[in-house]
């Protein structure tokens, strides 16, 4: 059987690239860490690394046990992660790290660990590897090909040229939070005492660009889509889905909504989308028509409880990639709405969740705290910006 290792054990990748690997192809494997805690890898191992899936459409739930992963590790568990990498049967290492992961070069950061286990890999001349993100970032291949080239030495670099590949991708699967309801759901259901289902709705789409050298299991048997040119399928995404839930999240939190759901059924709101996806269509190579409604169809599940508060974590870092090239190529009310709300959002919430926070906070005290939040996102407060804001905190 060959092997998966995975970095960043999570509901969204156990509901995306292990179930991708459990309906693909029976004869491969995952070996996942933790981001950094270790609970998830103590919850898991403690039920034979066995977890369900709760798929949630409108109709109803349906309950599947995934059995893919053999083996959960902590993050710090780099010994175990440096072994794996040093056997030529594993063949990939994904990563779902967060976009603000690869920025990270502490010496416990994902970065270090892979680079670390790629000169193990080298010194037991144990051949070729993939190493592919599956984190929402714009070029994700090439950023965390340069994340790890960054912290290896020239040797390793030099080895990396001809062994290590750096496939991109675009993801999509909604996956909301995991409930103390969900577990009670699982056990009454399925009689399993599941301490970490992971539920999600029934759509997922993984397009990948890039090489495998090393081999990699039968996506394609799932509906993975492997294409030569891969970012007008990342800014579609990238652009309409999640820059239309970051504008949610934040205008969606600020008219008192609680969910996507709630948030899509506000005529205000959707309003907003729409321009939004007006405004990035025009962006786009394809017709989007479709897509945007299918994401209209995923948004209105009323038994998907994706909450606004979670999407709304991090948000400098997302808005750069979602609201503000929407913005370079419209210059419309749309995006301008979305980067306004975030700005609204920040000055009137006591305690922002973002790695950026202290420049968020930084920026909330200055003189001009609608440019000093530009700043942030790397754009300038222009009229247009201003006035919007000015709109949202008078209503």
């Known amino acids: ?32 860490f933790t981001g950094r805690s270790a609970r998830m890898s103590d919850l898991l191992t403690a039920q034979g690394n066995k977890y369900t899936l709760v798929t949630r459409s409108k109709d109803g739930d349906s309950f599947e046990l995934i059995d893919t992963i ?13 072994e794996l990498m040093a056997s030529p049967d594993v063949k990939v290492v994904t990563l779902t790290i967060t976009e603000a992961g690869y920025d990270d070069t502490s010496d416990n950061s994902a970065p270090r660990r892979l680079a670390t286990g790629l000169a193990a890999r080298q010194r037991a001349s144990a051949g070729p590897i993939a190493i592919m993100s599956c984190d929402n970032v714009s070029g994700n291949g090439a950023k965390c090909k340069a994340a790890v080239y ?13 062994n290590v590949t750096f496939p991109t991708t675009s993801i999509d699967r909604i996956t909301p939070a995991t409930t103390d309801e ?16 992971v ?65 899509i059924a506000d005529p205000a709101v959707r309003e907003k989308v729409e321009n939004l996806w007006n405004e990035a269509a025009q962006g786009l190579p394809m017709d989007v028509t479709d897509y945007r409604a299918s994401l209209i169809e995923r948004f209105e599940n009323p ?32 995006a301008a709405w979305s980067i306004a709300a975030w700005i609204v959002y920040c000055l009137s919430t006591d305690e922002i ?29 222009d009229d247009q910006i201003r006035a919007t804001v000015k709109e949202i905190r008078s209503a």
């Open 70 to 82: 053999t083996e959960t590790h902590p993050a710090s568990n780099v010994e175990r992660l440096t």
């Open 353 to 381: 969740k973002d790695t950026r926070a202290e420049e968020i906070a930084a920026a909330k005290q200055d003189s001009d705290p609608v440019q000093a939040l530009c700043g942030v996102l790397g754009i300038d407060a």
């Open 182 to 197: 969900l577990i009670e759901l699982v056990e009454k259901e399925t009689g399993f005492a599941d301490k970490a289902p």
């Open 1 to 32: 059987m060959s092997t998966l290792v995975h970095l960043g054990l999570g509901a969204f990748h156990r509901a995306h690239q292990v179930w991708y690997t459990h309906v693909a192809d029976p004869d491969w494997n995952y070996v996942s």
């Open 303 to 334: 038994n998907i409880r994706h909450n606004l508060a979670q999407i709304a974590i991090d948000g400098a870092t997302k808005q750069m990639n979602r609201a503000v090239p929407i913005y370079g190529i419209a210059h419309g009310p749309g």
């Open 199 to 263: 539920v999600t709705e029934p759509f997922a789409s993984w397009v990948i660009e890039g090489e495998f050298p090393a081999g990699r299991p039968a996506w394609e048997n799932a509906g993975v889509e492997f294409v030569n040119d891969i970012e007008p399928f990342e800014h579609r995404k990238l652009w309409l889905l999640n820059g239309s839930h970051s504008l949610m999240a934040y205008y969606g939190q600020l008219k008192g909504h609680e969910t996507v759901a709630d948030a």
């Open 150 to 162: 960054a912290v290896a030495d020239a040797d390793l670099r030099a080895w990396m040229d001809d």
